[in-house]
């Protein structure tokens, strides 16, 4: 059985998942966290919206978050500005992360 090596490359083999927050000042941080540890990731703008597609898995983190805007962050607070998500969701105080489990 052949199986990738690399998680990006597993990634591309699942089904895509994708989360949907509102475009303001609150979530750019936030989308360039998501940027930053997810490069397999298709980052959308849409007037009012940014959308991010990922294949097979995505993931963020908090500590990502908290380097772009310099304080302490709760995950949870990402909530206010989600507007949908694609995938199954599996959050703990460090990481919110989506994916297919048995797709």
Same mark, same amino acid.
């Given at each position: 059985?052949?199986?990738?090596?690399?998680?990006?490359?597993?990634?591309?083999?699942? %089904?895509? /998942?994708?989360?949907?927050?509102?475009?303001?000042?609150?979530?750019? #941080?936030? *989308?360039?966290? =998501? &940027?930053?540890?997810?490069?397999? %990731?298709? /980052?959308?703008?849409?007037?009012?919206?940014?959308?991010?597609?990922? #294949?097979? *898995?995505?993931? =963020? &983190?908090?500590?990502?978050?908290? %380097?772009?805007?310099?304080?302490?962050?709760?995950?949870?607070?990402?909530?206010?500005?989600?507007?949908?998500?694609?995938?199954?969701?599996?959050?703990?105080?460090?990481?919110?992360?989506?994916?297919?489990?048995?797709?």
């Amino acid at each position: 059985m052949n199986t990738p090596s690399h998680p990006s490359a597993l990634a591309t083999a699942r %089904a895509p /998942v994708f989360i949907a927050l509102q475009a303001n000042h609150d979530t750019l #941080p936030i *989308v360039e966290a =998501i &940027r930053a540890d997810n490069p397999h %990731a298709e /980052v959308i703008e849409y007037p009012g919206m940014v959308k991010i597609n990922a #294949p097979g *898995v995505l993931v =963020i &983190r908090r500590e990502s978050v908290e %380097a772009q805007i310099g304080r302490a962050y709760d995950l949870r607070e990402m909530q206010l500005n989600l507007i949908s998500l694609s995938g199954e969701v599996d959050e703990t105080e460090d990481d919110f992360t989506l994916e297919w489990k048995n797709a």
